[in-house]
């Protein structure tokens, strides 16, 4: 029997706070252990078991062996390189975005729903493809090469300006939802006691976006120290990052005692990001006042507005869409769609099936992918709804969002090295794939979901409960249809996350069973027009997929789902 609002009413005068506060203790703590077992079993075990697999030998961890890796000049090259490029990404997504940012903030204009989603594409785009784009704009025969002879993909600027627009959206998401509802009366006021408009931006405005800035750019240096595809296809030989150099100690070199210690240095580097910014976040959350969005928004005025308006649409064509169309361009050629039709094809080199067959298998597995995630996800968002969680819960929400930034490629291998005995015996199981894909997807479902989660009237939960309902029943009765549509929304996420997933797919995925990333990488490392020009076509079906998944993602978004 449904529970009555007269019901929940008389209840919530009776119950005890105490009893309630035990049982939202113990059912948290339920809640939790489903998920902290998924990530103790296909995360930290496979993780240590590469580590230990590279740091032991004959049964003694030889920690010194971490002194001998860092004092190679090689490998210091790498360090450096892979944290100064992520400061200059950083840097570099701040200044071009923040404009962006304020253009959705503050600016009402027709199509700007549209605008959004076209912002938001590059986001949910796998790296592969991202980086391919990119080639056929800055690369050997790129447009740039064919108009000016031009050429960027042996420069840093080509991996720069790729992690810009990858993480555009980051920026403009992030901090332009706080701008949206900040009160612009405040700034005004100030204007109106003499400050010119720039002292009263610095003032007033800068120092309450702070939070969301700082936020925005651990999140972007983040997703750029740990790059992998974007490097992988622009570097070529010359430039590599510390994921790109786990991949090759690890498959080509064969040098498992450096790959460790790589993983090792990185995750202390991620550990440290993630501090900071759940810091961060939390001083977001309980710092400012804030208005309804849709009151501050308007149409440009003046000849400054409008053309700061006019500058933001240049920079989404030309950064944002310009990769993008010469990417379609490039799979169609002179042929038509000739690259498509050879998809079809076997070509009895890399691949056992036709490459066509690799748009089925991600689907599978993204479907796959997306149901464990929501699983997972949505319990660990439930346990984590309340504000007053402790430290351990504290530590459970930091340990959702490493796989994030820890090494895919140690994750991958790991799969390989410690799920090949029974009862884990996974190496020929179909299932393997989309497990590495849930482990990305499970951050984007709590980060969701959480939100939303936590808007939900606790009181309501705790008179359920008193009335007799178990936790799965007030789950069912009192957050299910308040969250369902954000529900939506994170398995919309998981799905394009887990269809681009390239750094543990690619040594997981067999060979007769290849994904799409996996099949484009694979492309485009062979020589000839024809790879190239499938790779192309391959890397625009990806696109086209994720770019509907996230029209679908726009029109079941709420304000309340998340900044993403």
């Known amino acids: 029997m449904d529970l009555t609002r007269t019901e929940v009413t008389r209840a919530g005068k009776q119950a005890g706070k105490p009893a309630g506060t035990v049982r939202g203790s113990a059912a948290r703590l339920g809640l939790m252990a489903v998920p902290v077992a998924f990530f103790a079993v296909f995360f930290a075990y496979p993780v240590a078991a590469i580590v230990a697999r590279g740091l032991?030998?004959?049964?003694?961890?030889?920690?010194?062996?971490?002194?001998?890796?860092?004092?190679?000049?090689?490998v210091r090259h790498v360090l450096w390189f892979t944290t100064w490029q992520a400061l200059a990404?950083?840097?570099?997504?701040?200044?071009?975005?923040?404009p962006g940012a304020y253009v959705f903030a503050r600016f009402d204009f027709p199509g700007k729903q549209?605008?959004?989603?076209?912002?938001?594409?590059?986001?949910?785009?796998?790296?592969?493809?991202?980086?391919?784009?990119?080639?056929?704009?800055?690369?050997?025969?790129?447009?740039?090469?064919?108009?000016?002879?031009?050429?960027?993909?042996?420069?840093v600027w080509a991996i720069l300006l790729a992690h810009v627009f990858f993480n555009y959206a980051v920026v403009v998401r992030t901090v332009g939802g706080l701008w949206a509802q900040l009160d612009p009366r405040q700034e005004e006021a100030a204007r109106m006691l003499g400050a010119s408009r720039l002292r009263a931006w610095r003032q007033v405005t800068l120092p309450a976006l702070a939070p969301a800035v700082a936020a925005a750019a651990l999140m972007?240096?983040?997703?750029?120290?740990?790059?992998?595809?974007?490097?992988?296809?622009?570097?070529?030989?010359?430039?590599?990052?510390?994921?790109?150099?786990?991949?090759?100690?690890?498959?080509?070199?064969?040098?498992l005692s450096t790959a460790a210690v790589l993983t090792l240095i990185q995750f202390a580097a991620v550990a440290a990001v993630l501090a900071v910014h759940a810091w961060t976040v939390r001083r977001r959350e309980s710092a400012l006042r804030l208005v309804d969005a849709a009151t501050t928004a308007r149409r440009p005025r003046g000849a400054g507005q409008w053309t700061l308006f006019a500058g933001v649409l240049g920079t989404v064509a030309v950064l944002l869409v310009l990769p993008l169309a010469v990417l379609v361009q490039r799979s169609l050629g002179a042929s038509g769609f000739g690259y498509y039709r050879a998809l079809t094809r076997e070509d009895g080199g890399a691949f056992l099936v036709p490459p066509i067959e690799a748009i089925g298998n991600s689907l599978q597995y993204a479907v796959a992918a997306t149901a464990i995630a929501v699983v997972i996800g949505a319990l660990a968002a439930t346990a984590l709804t309340r504000r007053d969680a402790g430290r351990f819960v504290r530590g459970f929400d930091a340990l959702l969002m490493l796989p994030l930034g820890v090494s895919a490629v140690t994750v991958g291998f790991g799969f390989l090295i410690?799920?090949?005995?029974?009862?884990?015996?996974?190496?020929?199981?179909?299932?393997?794939?989309?497990?590495?894909?849930?482990?990305?997807?499970?951050?984007?479902?709590?980060?969701?979901?959480?939100p939303?989660?936590?808007?939900?009237?606790?009181?309501?939960?705790?008179?359920?409960?008193?009335?007799?309902?178990?936790?799965?029943?007030?789950?069912?009765?009192?957050?299910?249809?308040?969250?369902?549509?954000?529900?939506?929304?994170?398995?919309?996420f998981a799905f394009a996350v887990s269809l681009g997933e390239f750094g543990a797919t690619v040594f997981i995925a067999r060979p007769d069973n290849p994904t799409l990333p996996v099949a484009v990488a694979r492309l485009l490392g062979r020589p000839g027009d024809m790879n190239y020009g499938q790779a192309m076509a391959l890397s625009t079906i990806l696109m086209l997929v994720c770019a509907v998944a996230l029209v679908v993602l726009e029109r079941l978004r709420t304000d309340r789902s998340g900044e993403f």
């Open 452 to 492: 939303v989660l936590r808007a939900v009237d606790g009181r309501l939960r705790e008179v359920a409960a008193v009335l007799g309902a178990s936790p799965w029943r007030v789950w069912r009765e009192v957050d299910l249809p308040m969250v369902r549509r954000a529900l939506l929304v994170a398995a919309g």
């Open 89 to 98: 990404s950083t840097a570099l997504t701040l200044l071009v975005a923040l």
């Open 114 to 155: 549209v605008l959004r989603a076209v912002v938001t594409v590059p986001f949910v785009l796998p790296t592969v493809v991202v980086g391919t784009a990119f080639l056929a704009l800055v690369g050997r025969g790129g447009l740039l090469d064919e108009l000016w002879g031009v050429r960027l993909d042996t420069t």
């Open 56 to 74: 032991e030998v004959d049964g003694v961890w030889r920690l010194g062996r971490i002194g001998v890796v860092l004092a190679q000049s090689d």
């Open 220 to 255: 972007v240096f983040l997703f750029t120290f740990t790059s992998f595809g974007v490097v992988q296809i622009l570097g070529g030989p010359t430039f590599s990052t510390l994921e790109v150099e786990i991949y090759r100690q690890t498959s080509q070199v064969f040098d």
């Open 418 to 450: 410690a799920l090949d005995e029974p009862p884990l015996d996974l190496r020929s199981s179909w299932i393997l794939v989309p497990l590495a894909q849930a482990l990305v997807g499970v951050p984007f479902v709590v980060r969701t979901m959480l």
